[in-house]
T-cell receptor
Framework: AQSVTQLDSQVPVFEEAPVELRCNYS??????LFWYVQYPNQGLQLLLK??????LVKGINGFEAEFNKSQTSFHLRKPSVHISDTAEYFC?????????FGTGTSLTVIP | GAVVSQHPSRVICKSGTSVKIECRSL??????MFWYRQFPKQSLMLMAT?????????EQGVEKDKFLINHASLTLSTLTVTSAHPEDSSFYIC?????????????FGQGTRLTVV
């Protein structure tokens, strides 16, 4: 079974600074990769996904992520964060129709 | 994009009563629906996977008699928490995968905050 690791449980960052949220997974055999965002007391919203093709994927709200097969990573980046980006971010891997989530990273944007 | 509607968003119930949570895919047919439980500041814990017309598959440690799942159609799955107790208080989230793309992304409901008093 897959394991998805988000090494940083909490990431504080100043407004307008860049941010990277890290995600590593255990196997690169035919997987699909996702980043979801969760605001308080809400469900998960898809930020972006990698299914195939270009390893750099762009998502909503100015986020992007790069699929690195050799390092089995799918790190999320944003060049300039806003206060409204404060939320919980989950990396997820889909393999053989099963969905695996990381433990989440709490991003706090400081004014 | 595809929409999954979960209802209710919040519910407070008395200990010993049962609560039903609905999960509907509004503009697509869902081959599979998933139910998750989320504790504060934690990730989603998969409770069960349900396929239309068949019995749900429960994860280890999840009481199937307590958390009843019914997937009556390709657009509706329900989770019933029976004889609820305060320790069942949690945030429950459903998700669904489209028949057209069963191995790709999952679409999530808004979640249900259950409080048992």
């Amino acid at each position: 079974a897959q394991s998805v690791t988000q090494l940083d449980s909490q990431v504080p960052v100043f407004e307008e600074a860049p941010v990277e949220l890290r995600c590593n997974y255990s196997s690169s055999v035919s997987v699909y990769l996702f980043w979801y965002v969760q605001y308080p007391n809400q469900g998960l919203q898809l930020l972006l996904k990698y299914l195939s093709g270009s390893t750099l994927v762009k998502g909503i709200n100015g986020f992007e992520a790069e699929f690195n097969k050799s390092q089995t990573s799918f790190h999320l980046r944003k060049p300039s964060v806003h206060i409204s980006d404060t939320a919980e971010y989950f990396c997820a891997v889909s393999e053989f129709s099963q969905f695996y989530f990381g433990t989440g990273t709490s991003l706090t944007v400081i004014p | 994009g595809a929409v999954v509607s979960q209802h209710p968003s919040r519910v407070i119930c008395k200990s010993g009563t049962s609560v039903k949570i609905e999960c509907r895919s509004l503009d697509f047919q869902a081959t599979t629906m998933f139910w998750y439980r989320q504790f504060p500041k934690q990730s989603l814990m998969l409770m069960a996977t349900s396929n239309e017309g068949s019995k749900a598959t429960y994860e280890q440690g999840v009481e199937k008699d307590k958390f009843l799942i019914n997937h009556a159609s390709l657009t509706l799955s329900t989770l019933t928490v029976t004889s609820a107790h305060p320790e069942d208080s949690s945030f429950y989230i459903c998700s669904a995968r489209s028949i057209q793309a069963p191995n790709t992304e999952a679409f999530f409901g808004q979640g249900t905050r259950l409080t048992v008093v």
